[in-house]
C-alpha cells in the first residue's frame, strides 16, 4: 500500500514561487535575446529594403515628372534650379519634391544634363563628388567595394563603401524616361549601425531592469497564488490523519476558491463516511464480540449443566436400578432409596427452573415491572418462608425495622434476590450464626445488606461469584444443594433495575448488599 506523502509548507512556497520566477526570469531574457538577435542579423537588412523602397519610389515619382515635361516637349531642367531650390519663393513641383526626398527620406539627390554633363540641380554641398562618381559609374567605372542590390535598364541601386568618410552608403543612378537626363541619390547607413547598437545596449539596460523588477512582482504574486494552496495542502494533510475540523477560509471566486469550496464539501462527507464507518465498525465490533461471548456463554453453559446434572442423574440412576434389582427389600431401604431419588430429581428441577429464570433475565424477554411496595414487608415474608431452614441452621436473624420502607422496582424478582441472599447466607453460616439484614435509607436509593459469620471468601474469588456456575467451596455447595446459577440470577436482577449489587469480607464474615429507588425516577 502506498504512503502519501506531504511537503512541507515552506518547500510548496519555494518550489512554486521560484519555478514561477525562474520561467518568468527565462521567458523575458528569451524575449530580449530574440529581439538582440532580430536587432543585429535583420534590422539592417530591413532597413536596406526599406530605403531601396524609398530609392525606387524617388526614381518613379521624379521620372513621372520628367515623362510629363518631355511629353510637353519642355525639359525637367526648366523647374529645377540651384537657386530656387536654396531660395524660399514657391517652388515648383519637381523642387517641392526633391525637398520632400531629402526632409522626409534623408536622400541627397543630384541631377545632371548628359548633354552638358554639367548639373542641374544638388539637393547635397559635395555636388562635385557626387558628379564625379555619377560620370565614373556612366563610364562603367565602379567601387570594387560595391554591392548590386537591383538593376534595371532605367537605374543601379547598390551598397557602396566611401573611403572618406569610412561609411557604406546606398546610392541609385540611371537615367529619367527622357534619356537626357541623369541622376544620382545616395543614403548613408552609418546611422543604423549604430542604431542598432544603441537599440542593443538600451534594451539591455531595460531587459535587466525589467527582469529583476518583474521577478519582484512575480515572487510576490506568486505568494498571492500559493498562500491557498499551502492552506488547501494543510487541509489535505490533516483530512489523511482523519482530522475534518479545518476547513478552507479562501472568499476567492476563481478556480483556488471553488476547489476550496469542494474540498470543504469533501471534508464534511468524508467526516460524515467516517463517524457512519466507525459507528458501522464498532457495532460489527461488538456484534463479534458477543457472538463470541454467547458461543463461550453456551459452550460454557453446555459444560456446566453437563457436569451439574451427571452427579444426581447418576445416583437416580444407581438407586432406580438397586431398586430394580431388589437391593433394597426392606421397606426401609426402598424409602431411602426413593427419597434420594426425589431429593436429586427436586436439585434438578431447581437447577432447571434457574436456569430458565438466568435466561429470560440475560435475554430480555423478562420484563421489569416496576412497582411501589413495602420492602420491609417483602424481607419479613422471606424470612417466615425460610423459618424452617433457619431453625435446621440454628441461625440468630438480626432484622429490625420499625417503619416501612417503600421503594419503587419488581417486587416478584427483587423477592427472589432477597431469597437467594438470605439461603446463601444459610448456607455459609458459621462461627457465632448470626444473619444481621440492615436497609439503609439514603436520598434517592436504599441499600440492603445481608450479612453472616463465618469464613471469609477469598479475595481473587469475589470478583467471579456472579458468574454462572462458579462455586468457591465446591464440596460444601453440593452437600447444600447448590448450583452456583443463585447469585447469577442476583447479578442478572439487579442490572435490569439499571441499579448496583456487591460482596464484601468483614471481620467476621460476608456481606452482600443491592441497591433500590426509593424515588420514581431515578
Not at 451439574?308 to 426392606?330: C, F, H, N
Amino acid at each position: 500500500m502506498k504512503r502519501l506523502t506531504f511537503l512541507s509548507h515552506g518547500s510548496i512556497r519555494k518550489g512554486i514561487q521560484i519555478r514561477f520566477t525562474m520561467v518568468f526570469i527565462g521567458l523575458m531574457a528569451g524575449i530580449f535575446l530574440s529581439i538582440w538577435c532580430v536587432n543585429n542579423w535583420m534590422l539592417e537588412g530591413f532597413y536596406i529594403n526599406q530605403k531601396v523602397e524609398a530609392l525606387e519610389l524617388a526614381y518613379s515619382e521624379m521620372n513621372e515628372l520628367v515623362k510629363e515635361k518631355s511629353e510637353n516637349g519642355q525639359s525637367i531642367s526648366d523647374e529645377l534650379s540651384k537657386d530656387n531650390y536654396e531660395g524660399d519663393e514657391e517652388q515648383t513641383p519637381a523642387l517641392s519634391l526633391l525637398r520632400k526626398l531629402n526632409d522626409k527620406y534623408n536622400i541627397t539627390m543630384l541631377i545632371i544634363d548628359s548633354f552638358s554633363n554639367q548639373p542641374i540641380v544638388a539637393s547635397t554641398r559635395d555636388m562635385n563628388f557626387m558628379l564625379n562618381r555619377a560620370l565614373q559609374y556612366m563610364l562603367g567605372h565602379s567601387n570594387p567595394k560595391t554591392e548590386i542590390i537591383t538593376e534595371n535598364n532605367n537605374y543601379t541601386i547598390q551598397k557602396t563603401f566611401d573611403n572618406r568618410t569610412k561609411s557604406f552608403y546606398l546610392e541609385s543612378w540611371g537615367y529619367y524616361s527622357d534619356n537626357r537626363t541623369i541622376f544620382i541619390m545616395s543614403i548613408p547607413l552609418a546611422s543604423i549601425r549604430e542604431s542598432v547598437q544603441l537599440s542593443n545596449r538600451f534594451l539591455a539596460y531595460v531587459g535587466i531592469v525589467v527582469m529583476a523588477l518583474g521577478s519582484i512582482i512575480m515572487y510576490f504574486t506568486t505568494k498571492k497564488v500559493t498562500s491557498p494552496i499551502l492552506q488547501l495542502a494543510h487541509i489535505s494533510e490533516q483530512m489523511s490523519h482523519l482530522d475534518f475540523d479545518a476547513k478552507y477560509q479562501g472568499d476567492a471566486q476563481d478556480e483556488i476558491g471553488i476547489l476550496g469550496n469542494s474540498m470543504n464539501v469533501l471534508s464534511d462527507k468524508l467526516k460524515e463516511a467516517v463517524e457512519e464507518l466507525k459507528s458501522a465498525n464498532n457495532q460489527l465490533q461488538k456484534d463479534i464480540e458477543e457472538k463470541i461471548q454467547i458461543d463461550e456463554m453456551r459452550q460454557e453453559f453446555i459444560a456446566n449443566v453437563s457436569h451439574e446434572l451427571k452427579t444426581p442423574i447418576a445416583l437416580i440412576q444407581g438407586y432406580a436400578e438397586g431398586l430394580i434389582e431388589g437391593m433394597a427389600e426392606e421397606k426401609e431401604s426402598r424409602d431411602y432409596y426413593c427419597e434420594v431419588i426425589m431429593d436429586e430429581a427436586n436439585k434438578m428441577n431447581k437447577m432447571v427452573r434457574q436456569l430458565l429464570t438466568l435466561n429470560a433475565l440475560e435475554s430480555g424477554n423478562d420484563l421489569v415491572s416496576m412497582e411501589h411496595f413495602n420492602l420491609v414487608e417483602l424481607i419479613e415474608g422471606v424470612l417466615t418462608a425460610t423459618r424452617i431452614l433457619i431453625e435446621q441452621k440454628e441461625a440468630v436473624i438480626e432484622f429490625s425495622n420499625l417503619h416501612p420502607v417503600y421503594v419503587w422496582a419488581d417486587e416478584f424478582k427483587i423477592e427472589e434476590v432477597v431469597t437467594n441472599y438470605i439461603s446463601n447466607a444459610l448456607n455459609h453460616l458459621d462461627g457465632k450464626k448470626i444473619i444481621c439484614i440492615t436497609i439503609e435509607e439514603m436520598t434517592d436509593t436504599v441499600r440492603v445488606a445481608v450479612k453472616n459469620t463465618g469464613k471469609p471468601i477469598p479475595e481473587e474469588d469475589l470478583p467471579n461469584i456472579w458468574t454462572k456456575f462458579y462455586k468457591v467451596d465446591k464440596a460444601r455447595t453440593r452437600a447444600y444443594g447448590g448450583s452456583g446459577i443463585g447469585l447469577s440470577i442476583v447479578k442478572a436482577v439487579i442490572d435490569s433495575h439499571h441499579k448496583e449489587c456487591g460482596v464484601k469480607n468483614v471481620n467476621d464474615g460476608v456481606e452482600f448488599w443491592f441497591t433500590l429507588d426509593s424515588t420514581i425516577g431515578t
